[in-house]
């Protein structure tokens, strides 16, 4: 009889030990090991002198072999003839792998059980990518069960929810066994169901992978939420499609605010439709200003030295001049005051009251890519004008300067007492000497060109494409500054931003002072003691260096950080201390107080600045060796703190 190659006992054996990926071998009826090959030399660690004889509970684990589980196996295949499982098993060094155990039993010609066949393969690998994506899924689960501010959750090919996170029951309302299994069309309201855009939804997603809108939705209660939705295609690795991820998003407030904002920018524009009479009266009433200027000046002038001379006759004369001369002011500003339809109503307004109310207006209604903040400050003057037109006039600001920074940027509101001298109100004949407060309303935009700056506050002088904008904005502002007596210029440079000073003057009624302004006193000074005051901004320096001189301090000024090195290098100029303002153009405060102790050990400095973040402060700490105040400065606390500088050893 011929015995072929696959029958032969030498052949089989030769080909279970070629197989190395899988340990092959057999196992008593007792469940000792009688053969082992490479394979199972391989994977386990064993050589078949080591473990032929020994029963096979030696791969399991401890827990496993207290659990019975070798017992359990022989067992099943016995009465069964086969069993499967995966398991932890171990090698020959103790250490562990991921197993996938088939265990066949072997009988004789009669059925008589003679043995058992065990193959034994390490899948690891497999387990532990296994694993990994049911930890990965496990995370996402848990991402997305965190995330409260989105509903997240899947819809089925037909749109019913499938699953439901805890942001969704949020903001719809619904607890996940109320909407699991039923149709997202749901959400919309009754106008939107009866056009069919849950549909149209869905179908934009299936075909085009992606829908996004914004609309109203409805909460289980049945009030309405202004919604940001996305629906995004979920497809298989074929490309069927298996179901939608749906993203939705509360934008109630953000609608409100947008709302709001579009309807103080139809006011606004409203206020902008000026007829060609209002261009007109615009302008008369810029020189009728200057002129009742001069006209009441000197009519005051007239009446307080003609107190002790002239006749009642005089006295009457020089009254109902001034007050015809109060009525055309009057008449000035309703004409200025024209596209608001209403007379101006000043009265005494608390700056950091009112920028503090505006802020949160204004960050919710320029959104989350501007960043907008209000810096006032103790000691802050009050001013007087019309509240209602001031909010106005900031929003306006605030919207162009929104427009000028596409990509996002940073909005500063910031007011601080100045006092302009006799030698600034010179050179702006429109500022009459005295004290003011400044409102600055500062962006990080695309700025201006010099061209553009020159014409600025035209009336219907825009840059803005038509039908955009009027060109009225700016010229708006400058009214309104000028009609509450004050002053506005424009500080721009193109990829620099813009700056919008208003300069208002100070309140002198009889209102009582808050408690802001409880610091405010006169501290005196000592002679002879030199402060060298450094401020690019020069009505700033020129508040500064009147108040110090003020309490008999000698004073020197520089407008940059070049001039007050300037003066320093000079050996025969005494200075005791250098005053400064930290941000600057150019070689910044915190560089020249550097450099300015190399050239002058012993020299003490006095740090200025308007903000929190700059040189001087890092991680919210002030650094160390540095003496800072921050503007807006009172007379009480840059006396104090001179002082304590001075006479500290």
């Known amino acids: 009889m011929k015995t072929t190659a696959a029958a032969d006992p030498q052949s089989l054996e030769l080909l279970i030990n070629g197989i190395v990926d899988y340990a092959i071998f057999m196992l008593d009826t007792n469940g000792l090991a009688r053969t082992w090959n490479k394979g199972a030399e391989r994977l386990k660690g064993y050589a078949a002198n080591e473990i032929i004889g020994k029963p096979f509970s030696t791969f399991y684990t401890p827990e496993d072999r207290e659990k019975g589980l070798p017992t359990k196996a022989l067992t099943t295949a016995a009465e069964t003839g086969r069993f499967a499982t995966e398991g932890w098993r171990v090698r020959k060094d103790g250490s562990r792998f991921w197993a996938l155990v088939v265990l066949d039993a072997i009988r004789d010609e009669q059925g008589g059980l003679i043995g058992f066949a065990k193959v034994t393969r390490d899948i690891t690998e497999r387990q532990q990518a296994h694993n990994d994506l049911l930890e990965s899924e496990r995370r996402y689960?848990?991402?997305?069960?965190?995330?409260?501010?989105?509903?997240?959750?899947?819809?089925?090919?037909?749109?019913?929810?499938?699953?439901?996170?805890?942001?969704?029951?949020?903001?719809?309302?619904?607890?996940?066994?109320?909407?699991?299994?039923?149709?997202?069309?749901?959400?919309?309201?009754?106008?939107?169901?009866?056009?069919?855009?849950?549909?149209?939804?869905?179908?934009?997603?299936?075909?085009?992978?992606?829908?996004?809108?914004?609309?109203?939705?409805?909460?289980?209660?049945?009030?309405?939420?202004?919604?940001?939705?996305?629906?995004?295609?979920?497809?298989?690795?074929?490309?069927?499609?298996?179901?939608?991820?749906?993203?939705?998003?509360?934008?109630?407030?953000?609608?409100?605010?947008?709302?709001?904002?579009?309807?103080?920018?139809?006011?606004?524009?409203?206020?902008?439709?000026?007829?060609?009479?209002?261009?007109?009266?615009?302008?008369?009433?810029?020189?009728?200003?200057?002129?009742?200027?001069?006209?009441?000046?000197?009519?005051?002038?007239?009446?307080?030295?003609?107190?002790?001379?002239?006749?009642?006759?005089?006295?009457?004369?020089?009254?109902?001049?001034?007050?015809?001369?109060?009525?055309?002011?009057?008449?000035?500003?309703?004409?200025?005051?024209?596209?608001?339809?209403?007379?101006?109503?000043?009265?005494?307004?608390?700056?950091?009251?009112?920028?503090?109310?505006?802020?949160?207006?204004?960050?919710?209604?320029?959104?989350?890519?501007?960043?907008?903040?209000?810096?006032?400050?103790?000691?802050?003057?009050?001013?007087?004008?019309?509240?209602?037109?001031?909010?106005?006039?900031?929003?306006?600001?605030?919207?162009?300067?929104?427009?000028?920074?596409?990509?996002?940027?940073?909005?500063?509101?910031?007011?601080?007492?100045?006092?302009?001298?006799?030698?600034?109100?010179?050179?702006?004949?429109?500022?009459?000497?005295?004290?003011?407060?400044?409102?600055?309303?500062?962006?990080?935009?695309?700025?201006?060109?010099?061209?553009?700056?020159?014409?600025?506050?035209?009336?219907?002088?825009?840059?803005?494409?038509?039908?955009?904008?009027?060109?009225?904005?700016?010229?708006?502002?400058?009214?309104?500054?000028?009609?509450?007596?004050?002053?506005?210029?424009i500080y721009s440079e193109v990829g620099e931003g813009t700056s919008i000073k208003m300069y208002f003057p100070r309140y002198a009624g009889g209102a009582q002072p808050g408690s802001d302004d409880a610091d405010e006193f006169v501290s005196e000074g000592v002679s002879a003691e030199t402060i060298l005051v450094v401020e690019d901004d020069a009505d700033l320096r020129t508040y500064v260096s009147d108040a110090l001189r003020d309490l008999n301090y000698r004073i020197l000024t520089a407008s940059s950080a070049q001039g007050a090195l300037t003066i320093l290098l000079q050996e025969d100029q005494h200075v005791d201390l250098l005053l400064t303002d930290v941000v600057m153009p150019g070689i910044n405060g915190r560089e020249l107080g550097k450099r300015a102790q190399q050239i002058r050990p012993k020299l003490k400095i006095l740090y200025m600045t308007g903000y929190s973040r700059n040189a001087v402060v890092h991680q919210g700490r002030l650094d160390e060796g540095v003496d800072l105040l921050e503007k807006p400065v009172t007379q009480a606390r840059l006396a104090l703190k001179i002082r304590e500088l001075l006479d500290r050893s």
């Open 141 to 489: 689960r848990r991402l997305v069960e965190a995330v409260v501010d989105y509903a997240i959750f899947q819809l089925d090919p037909s749109g019913h929810v499938a699953t439901w996170n805890p942001g969704a029951e949020r903001i719809k309302g619904y607890r996940p066994e109320e909407i699991i299994g039923r149709h997202f069309s749901t959400f919309y309201t009754p106008e939107d169901l009866e056009k069919g855009v849950p549909k149209l939804a869905l179908r934009e997603a299936t075909e085009k992978g992606r829908f996004e809108a914004e609309g109203w939705r409805l909460r289980k209660d049945g009030t309405r939420f202004w919604a940001s939705v996305v629906i995004d295609r979920i497809t298989d690795e074929s490309g069927t499609i298996i179901g939608f991820a749906k993203v939705t998003r509360d934008l109630t407030e953000r609608k409100q605010a947008q709302d709001e904002l579009q309807r103080v920018q139809e006011q606004l524009v409203a206020s902008q439709k000026l007829e060609a009479v209002g261009q007109l009266s615009g302008g008369i009433a810029h020189d009728f200003n200057n002129l009742l200027m001069i006209v009441l000046g000197n009519l005051e002038n007239a009446e307080r030295n003609s107190r002790n001379i002239g006749g009642p006759n005089l006295h009457r004369a020089l009254s109902n001049a001034k007050r015809g001369a109060q009525r055309a002011a009057a008449l000035t500003s309703r004409l200025l005051a024209f596209s608001r339809r209403q007379a101006l109503d000043p009265k005494p307004i608390n700056l950091n009251g009112f920028l503090s109310g505006l802020q949160e207006f204004l960050q919710r209604t320029l959104g989350e890519r501007i960043e907008v903040q209000t810096v006032g400050g103790a000691g802050l003057w009050q001013i007087e004008a019309d509240v209602n037109h001031l909010e106005s006039t900031i929003v306006n600001l605030a919207i162009n300067a929104r427009d000028a920074m596409p990509n996002g940027g940073k909005l500063t509101i910031e007011a601080a007492n100045v006092s302009a001298d006799e030698d600034y109100s010179r050179a702006n004949p429109e500022l009459a000497a005295g004290q003011y407060v400044i409102v600055s309303v500062s962006d990080t935009g695309t700025g201006m060109t010099a061209e553009v700056l020159n014409h600025a506050f035209e009336p219907f002088f825009t840059t803005k494409e038509p039908g955009q904008g009027t060109g009225l904005g700016l010229s708006q502002v400058y009214g309104f500054v000028k009609q509450s007596g004050g002053h506005v210029k």
